[in-house]
């Protein structure tokens, strides 16, 4: 059955690897007006967020604020 499971959770990760190929090119098209310095700084503040989310649900806040 563990082998099952691995190839099932295979062809879900190839097909959302392909769907996100397809929708990323569509995403970029959108952006065609906004300048790069801005979009690198959402990126920028959209990963600092979703890392303390992270750090937050994991417990190892406190150790981060520590070691600031």
Known sequence: MPEQHSARAGVIYA????????VVPIFW??????SAV???AHRIV????FVLWV?????????LWQAL
Do not use: C
Request: proline share 3%.
């Open 46 to 49: 959209g990963t600092l967020v």
């Open 29 to 34: 098209k959108l952006l065609v007006g906004v």
């Open 15 to 22: 097909a959302s690897a392909y769907i996100v190929w397809g």
């Open 38 to 40: 801005e979009i690198v």
């Open 55 to 63: 750090l937050y649900v994991w417990g190892r806040l406190p150790k």
